[in-house]
């Protein structure tokens, strides 16, 4: 059963922008922080973003901050991924999580999507 899908992902040039979107099935996005994590070539997943259960909240990592902005609508059961400025840095395996604690810790999370892939070249 899938609970997260992607979209949106795709090839851009350096400085470009792409928004990617999760459509999670109603009793994961409900009552869940929502967000996104990464997977760079040769490297271990990490936290890009999260938003809180009424949006009120939302945390970066440091890599992203005043770039990328997380978002979701509870009527669309959808989180989304803003993503300006991209950097060659930024190619990597984007991941939608639900489920977690408020930490852009991969442990944390036990809902996942299958992954879009972002390529960001310069």
């Known amino acids: 059963q899938v609970h997260l899908t992607e979209s949106g992902g795709g090839s851009v040039q350096d400085g470009g922008s792409l928004r990617l979107s999760c459509v999670a099935s109603a009793h994961i996005y409900s009552g869940r922080n929502m967000g996104w994590f990464r997977q760079r070539p040769g490297l271990e997943r990490e936290g890009v973003a999260l938003?809180?259960?009424?949006?009120?909240?939302?945390k970066y990592a440091d890599s992203v901050k005043g770039r990328f902005v997380v978002s979701r609508d509870s009527y669309k059961k959808t989180v989304y991924l803003q993503m300006n400025d991209l950097k060659p840095d930024d190619t990597a395996i984007y991941y939608c999580?639900?489920?977690?604690?408020?930490?852009?810790?991969?442990?944390?999370?036990?809902?996942w999507g299958q992954g879009t892939q972002v390529t960001v070249s310069s």
């Open positions: 938003v809180s259960v009424d949006s009120s909240h939302t």
């Open positions: 999580v639900a489920g977690g604690a408020w930490e852009l810790k991969p442990s944390s999370f036990s809902y």
